[in-house]
């Protein structure tokens, strides 16, 4: 019976596909619950809360420039900019889910 079992070539790269793809799958799932947060309530601010996080940790092999320096070898670049929007969305929305209805 033949040796069945991929080469170590290609599970690395298979591995370093994931790795590129990991940060677009998430930037298209956190676009998509920013655009569908304001209808799911607080189940959907808590899941654009946690894909923005997720973004923060996966987009380093899509980031750019510095655009602000926070500390010597870091800073916030353009990518880090949908995560943080996408935190601040979250807030706003978890906020209007949970207030009280205006009568």
Do not use: C, Y
């Not at 690395?12 to 799958?25: E, I, N, Q």
């Not at 092999?61 to 990518?79: D, K, M, N, Q």
């Amino acid at each position: 019976m033949a040796n069945t079992r991929p080469s170590r070539e290609v599970l690395d790269k298979v591995l370093v596909d994931v790795v590129l793809l990991a940060p677009a799958v998430v930037l298209v799932v956190l676009v998509f619950l920013a655009g569908v947060s304001g209808e799911t309530g607080l189940l959907g601010a808590v899941g654009l809360a946690v894909v923005s996080a997720a973004w923060l940790l996966v987009n380093e092999p899509v980031e750019g420039l510095i655009l602000f320096v926070v500390a010597p070898e870091h800073g916030i670049t353009g990518s880090d900019l949908a995560g943080l929007t996408g935190l601040g969305l979250a807030v706003w929305r978890g906020h209007q889910a949970l207030r009280p209805p205006h009568n």
